[in-house]
């Protein structure tokens, strides 16, 4: 079976192969980030932010790290933001979750 996307056609297997190259790609963006030396500005981190940062291990989605640390899914994700703007945490599309990787230290 084949579908057009911006004027081109493909097929199903074809689209499957683009989704895992782009799949790799965004594996090869977070070994890259790991590879650059953290910044020497050491960010202060509260008790639910390490706490938080410490499950970010690629194991664990948002509603994993909220019910193994008793908190509500917007304290984490608030959480998560602010990981995020510091450049500690990203998230990776694993399957059909999101789980979260720690760049730095």
């Known amino acids: 079976m084949e579908s057009r996307e911006g004027g081109i056609r493909i097929?199903?297997?074809?689209?499957?192969?683009?989704?895992?190259?782009?799949?790799?790609?965004?594996?090869?963006?977070?070994?890259?980030?790991?590879m650059i030396p953290p910044s020497q500005t050491s960010a202060k981190l509260g008790k639910l932010e390490q706490a938080v940062y410490a499950l970010c291990n690629m194991q664990y989605a948002r509603s994993d790290i909220a019910s193994t640390l008793n908190k509500t899914l917007n304290d984490v994700d608030v959480t998560l933001?602010?990981?995020?703007k510091k450049g500690l945490v990203k998230p990776?599309?694993?399957?059909?979750?999101?789980c979260y990787v720690r760049l730095k230290g």
């Open 11 to 34: 097929s199903s297997s074809e689209r499957d192969h683009l989704q895992r190259l782009d799949s790799i790609i965004q594996r090869l963006d977070i070994l890259i980030s790991l």
């Open 81 to 84: 933001n602010r990981l995020k």
């Open 92 to 98: 990776v599309a694993i399957g059909n979750r999101t």
